[in-house]
Structures are given as structure tokens and as C-alpha cells.
């Protein structure tokens, strides 16, 4: 079935430093794929999408293209702050039997430090 | 704003006792769902409704049930509690059911310790 992969974590990084989450995906048909942030205490709210191959989302710095021939979905940042420490999850969304179904991954934890 | 308001927040609850988990939205959302989320394993779907009047089961459904007699509420009950339902429970939403563009909105979350 539709899976989603992604680096596991914590992942540590200095302040101004650049980050790389990945993530990869299993799909039978042409997904959706998202990212989401979760704050400490928080649901999890949308970071970006791309809804189909070779586009970019993008978002408070935030970048991911959708690569279809690597069925990969990665996130980027070019300078990350303290305050973009949260937990991460990439999903992916495909229509099963006429209603959306989404799959994520298991989270990638980003502490940011001064 | 309000979007997707869950409660409680906390709750503890001791082995064979039932509760429910609220849930409301107030954006004329279609689609409505259940998370738990544990360590390592993500978030996985309990039971979701496309509209009023229709539920169909997740992929963890067992234990729990849900209905939807109205757009804005999905209560989650937990018939008769387990240790193994220990877990942060979140409501999602999105705005058109058969739509895989649709964002999900999600909860603040409810944290449900069972001893």
C-alpha cells in the first residue's frame, strides 16, 4: 500500500544553519504530499504542499519539491531558527474508493539550538 | 477562529471505564477523522466521516466508536478503556472529502493516560 518515509530523527542543527529532512514515498497512483509542523503542545498544522510532479511548496522559508522518478518529497530551509524547533511529518494524500485517504510518516524531531 | 476544538485536553481514565472525546469544527468542513499518535509510530487513523450520518473505520478502529449526527461534531468513545489506549488523540478536518489536495486542520489534541 501507500507508504511514507522519513529520515528519523532528532535532528540537531545550530541557529543559521541549513536543513535537510527527506522523505520518501510509495505510491501506486499520483498523489498529494504535504508537510506538517508540530509545536510543542499543538496539533499539527499545514507547512506546505505540491500536488503534482515537479511542483515546489513553500512556506516561512520553508521549500519541497515534488519528485516523482525519486518518489521523494524533501524539506529545506536555507537558515533555520530557534523557533523552527517542532516535529515534522511528511504525508502523502491519494483518493481510495472516491474519498481522500492520508498516510504520514513517523515524524522527524528538529531542535534548534543558539 | 475557532477551526477544530477538541476536548478535554487531559484525562486519565482507569481500565474498563468508557469516556468521550469531543470534537467540533466550525468551517463547514465534509471530512472529519480521528488520529492517535505514539512514539515512533506517527499518526494513525482511527475511524473518519465524508458528511452527516457516515462513518467508516481507520486502520486502528478497534475499541473506539464514532458517529456523526451533525457537520460540525465526530465524537470519539472508548467503550471499556485499555492500558494500550494511552496515546494523544487529535481531530482532523478538511474541507472536501473526495479532494486529496484538501489540507487537513487539526486539533490541539487530547492526552489519555489508562492505568
Known amino acids: 500500500g501507500d507508504s511514507v518515509t522519513q529520515m528519523e530523527g532528532p535532528v540537531t542543527l545550530s541557529e543559521e544553519a541549513f536543513l535537510t529532512i527527506n522523505c520518501t514515498y510509495t505510491?501506486?497512483?499520483?498523489?498529494?504530499l504535504f508537510w506538517y509542523v508540530q509545536y510543542p503542545g499543538e496539533g499539527l498544522q499545514l507547512l506546505l504542499k505540491a500536488t503534482k510532479a515537479d511542483d515546489k511548496g513553500s512556506n516561512k522559508g520553508f521549500e519541497a519539491t515534488y519528485r516523482k522518478e525519486t518518489t521523494s518529497f524533501h524539506l529545506e530551509k536555507g537558515s533555520v531558527q530557534v523557533s523552527d524547533s517542532a516535529v515534522y511529518f511528511c504525508a502523502l494524500s491519494f483518493n481510495s474508493g472516491g474519498y481522500q485517504k492520508v498516510t504520514f510518516g513517523t515524524g522527524t524531531k528538529l531542535q534548534v539550538i543558539p | 477562529n475557532a477551526g477544530v476544538t477538541q476536548t478535554p485536553k487531559f484525562q486519565v481514565l482507569k481500565t474498563g471505564q468508557s469516556m468521550t472525546l469531543q470534537c467540533a469544527q466550525d468551517m463547514n468542513h465534509e471530512y472529519m477523522s480521528w488520529y492517535r499518535q505514539d512514539p515512533g509510530m506517527g499518526l494513525r487513523l482511527i475511524h473518519y466521516s465524508v458528511g452527516a450520518g457516515i462513518t467508516d473505520q481507520g486502520e486502528v478502529p478497534n475499541g473506539y466508536n464514532v458517529s456523526r449526527s451533525t457537520t460540525e461534531d465526530f465524537p470519539l468513545r472508548l467503550l471499556s478503556a485499555a492500558p494500550s489506549q494511552t496515546s494523544v488523540y487529535f481531530c482532523?478536518?478538511?474541507?472536501?472529502?473526495?479532494?486529496?489536495?484538501?489540507?487537513?486542520?487539526f486539533g490541539n489534541g487530547t492526552r489519555l493516560t489508562v492505568t
Open positions: 482532523a478536518s478538511s474541507r472536501q472529502a473526495s479532494s486529496y489536495n484538501s489540507p487537513l486542520h
Open positions: 505510491a501506486t497512483g499520483y498523489p498529494s
